[in-house]
């Protein structure tokens, strides 16, 4: 045993990108473990490894969590990401919540079928520039603090982080009426784990391409 | 201003449904605001109080707090019910995760289309009890104590109860292989704080009928 935390999923981002972001945030190494083939998800299923029969799984501390909010508050507690009190807290998860929605959106856009792909990200892209960027430049602009919440890094900084970039890959010019969200990405990117995090080599994955969605649809089916 | 908690919704159960059963089951008493028209929806928009544009709205504490997570975590932490540390706080995040994605199956049928019902409510079903309640029914079958984690009353316990009773309105014998969780609903039952959430008169609301759909549909410009 390694003591490092063990991820297992697909080789994707999927719903364990947030945690391998988190993890690299709080320079945490952890371990991957891939499921290629259906059998590779039977067989956690029926060692008992899974509480709910799914993947995302993380073995951590002695636990095999599930879920990934779960696993996200656990990390981000046990690494000081989580704001110093309840209030913190509060507005910690408001702010990672909404930036979930938007994720989702954005991620569930290339498994749309093709005739409603375009409305789709139209739709996504459309509430990252009216609904969720707004909100996150205006708290930048008011309180004038590098991070978030509580003036200091926290999860909610690095899930901005990463919904920006994802956002970028669908539309590089995003954040071209957000200046305060500009230089956030610029700074986020330049603290020593998340720069690690983003250059080749790292634990980040690529865009999920629609060729790889037959093989990935044939595990988890 | 009351200083109690003030809950801004459609008249129903929805998002809002778990936050009323964790603040009731907490003994807090709240306020609430029922939403008719869109116009309300979108005057609360322009006035700034909803973050992201959308409901659930509960003031508490100086925050205009939206997003149900955020606003169920707030609580729990609050009146004590999210564990005596991080390890018990990753359980009742796991159970309450789960019992969710069961509740989100709940949640989405009245808007299902007619055809679709028959096979959904199969899924309810089917999920309820070869993939969670299996789940609850053994972990108070291992430790034999009353409540999920950590022999003390938690979020998680009222999510579950919130659940069973959720699901039992659609499947009636659902509880019938498991006994853990029959106990259990029993003792939920009669806690004091749960047990007048339950009676009529309470903040507690009816299960979704068309007016309800309807409304939200209106509100909320649904298809």
């Given at each position: ?221 | ?17 778990s936050?009323?059963w964790l ?72 159970y309450v995760?789960?019992i969710s994605?069961?509740m ?51 979020w998680a316990d009222v999510q579950l109860m919130e659940a ?60």
């Amino acid at each position: 045993m390694s003591g490092k935390p063990v991820l297992h999923y697909a080789n994707t981002r999927g719903r364990m990108e947030s945690v391998r972001w988190l993890l690299a945030a709080a320079g945490v190494e952890f371990e991957e473990k891939f499921l290629e083939k259906k059998e590779d998800l039977q067989k956690l299923k029926s060692d008992g490894s899974l509480l709910f029969q799914q993947v995302p799984m993380v073995e951590i501390d002695g636990m095999k969590m599930v879920q990934t909010r779960a696993i996200l508050n656990y990390i981000a507690g046990k690494y000081n990401l989580y704001g110093k009190d309840l209030k913190e807290r509060a507005l910690i998860d408001m702010y990672v919540e909404g930036l979930a929605d938007l994720y989702e959106l954005i991620m569930m856009n290339v498994v749309q079928p093709a005739d409603k792909k375009e409305e789709h990200l139209a739709n996504a892209l459309d509430k990252a520039a009216n609904r969720y960027f707004p909100v996150f430049e205006k708290v930048l602009k008011d309180h004038g603090h590098d991070f978030l919440v509580g003036n200091k890094l926290s999860r909610a900084d690095v899930h901005l982080l990463e919904t920006i970039l994802a956002v970028e890959e669908s539309k590089p010019d995003a954040l071209a009426k957000f200046p305060l969200l500009q230089s956030f990405k610029a700074r986020m990117s330049n603290m020593p784990n998340i720069k690690k995090f983003l250059q080749p080599g790292s634990p980040k994955k690529p865009p999920l391409q629609e060729k790889e969605i037959p093989n990935l649809l044939a595990i988890f089916s | 201003m009351s200083g109690k908690p003030r809950l801004t919704y459609v008249n129903g159960r929805g998002r809002m449904e778990s936050i009323r059963w964790l603040l009731s089951a907490a003994g807090v008493e709240f306020e609430e605001i029922f939403l008719e028209t869109r116009e309300q929806l979108l005057k609360l928009c322009q006035d700034g109080s909803l973050l992201f544009h959308q409901l659930p709205l509960v003031e508490i504490d100086g925050m205009k707090l939206v997003q149900c997570r955020a606003i169920l975590s707030y609580i729990a932490g609050k009146y004590n019910l999210y564990g005596k540390d991080l390890k018990e706080r990753a359980l009742i995040d796991m159970y309450v995760e789960g019992i969710s994605d069961l509740m989100q199956l709940i949640l989405v049928f009245p808007f299902s289309p007619p055809a679709a019902k028959e096979e959904n409510l199969a899924t309810i079903a089917e999920k309820a009890t070869e993939r969670y309640f299996p789940v609850f029914e053994k972990v108070l079958k291992q430790h034999g104590q009353d409540f999920l984690v950590g022999n003390r009353f938690s979020w998680a316990d009222v999510q579950l109860m919130e659940a069973i009773l959720a699901v039992e309105e659609k499947v009636p014998s659902v509880l019938s292989g498991f006994p853990q969780l029959q106990a259990f609903k029993t003792k939920m039952s009669n806690m004091p704080t749960i047990k007048k959430f339950l009676q009529p008169g309470s903040p507690r609301k009816p299960p979704p009928d068309e007016h309800y759909v309807a409304t939200v549909k209106k509100i909320f410009k649904l298809n």
